[in-house]
């Protein structure tokens, strides 16, 4: 198992007191596999994320990482984690404003000591971005500023991709078309993919589908 989650348990208090979101989850993603992960807005699919990636942690139950503990790792160690053993994308693109395209897609990459020019230009080519690599963030539409977050991820080639709907805010034939070759593009990297999504039509294409629902893992 590349990921390993059991018996997360995760609460939030606020001035109106204390709620139970995460009441025991397990969840195995093998290395290579892809999961999507569905429920409804608020059942607790963003928090799960969160302590997968290491961001956040759990009141309840250990988070394994190819086989080692999370909650055994120092400050250091954590870091170490976040930058070589998972990949985040998130709905918010967090590109960095002052480095172009191409700096972009490199960047993790190269913090992660997996810095592979080949790779790198290659998954320019596939994800459409060849004629944008000099180009800055707010040079770029929507659409392809998600494809260089998709790519910045992909070139640091991490065993763990956590998406949380990384095609959300794209219409449904360019989301179809970034979700085929995200899907693809992990699989010649390795990475298994543990992806949150709305669309069910979306969750169909990966793999194995589970659900949040009520605090729990169903199905
Ligand atoms: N920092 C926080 N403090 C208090 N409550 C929080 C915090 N973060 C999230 N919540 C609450 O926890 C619940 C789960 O939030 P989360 O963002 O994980 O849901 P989600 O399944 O990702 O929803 P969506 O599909 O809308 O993105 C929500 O009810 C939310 O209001
Ligand atoms: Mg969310």
Excluded: C
């Excluded at 988070?63 to 055994?72: E, I, K, R």
């Excluded at 913090?111 to 790198?120: I, Q, T």
């Excluded at 596939?126 to 539409?141: I, M, N, V």
């Amino acid at each position: 198992m590349i990921l390993s989650l059991t018996g997360i348990r995760k609460s939030y208090t606020t001035t109106e007191g204390t709620i139970e979101i995460l009441k025991g989850i397990d969840l195995d993603v093998a290395a290579g596999e892809s999961v999507a992960l569905t429920g409804e807005s608020g059942s607790g699919k963003s928090t799960l994320l969160h302590l997968a990636g290491g961001l956040d942690h759990a009141d309840g139950g250990s988070v394994m990482m190819g086989g080692q503990d999370l909650a055994s790792f120092d400050d250091g160690a954590r870091a170490r984690y976040r930058r070589t053993q998972v990949g985040l994308v998130f709905q918010q693109f967090n590109l960095i404003p002052s480095l172009n395209v191409a700096a972009n897609i490199s960047f993790h990459a190269k913090l992660a000591d997996r810095h592979d020019p080949a790779w790198e230009a290659a998954l320019t080519e596939e994800l459409g971005l060849s004629a944008y690599l000099a180009r800055y963030p707010e040079q770029l539409s929507g659409g392809q500023q998600q494809r260089v977050a998709i790519g910045r991820t992909l070139a640091a080639r991490p065993p763990l991709i956590l998406a949380d709907e990384p095609t959300g805010n794209l219409d449904e034939a360019t989301g179809d078309t970034v979700l085929d070759l995200m899907l693809s593009l992990a699989r010649n990297a390795g990475s298994a993919l543990l992806l949150v999504t709305h669309s069910s039509r979306l969750a169909d294409r990966l793999d194995r589908k589970v659900v949040l629902r009520s605090g729990r893992i169903v199905g």
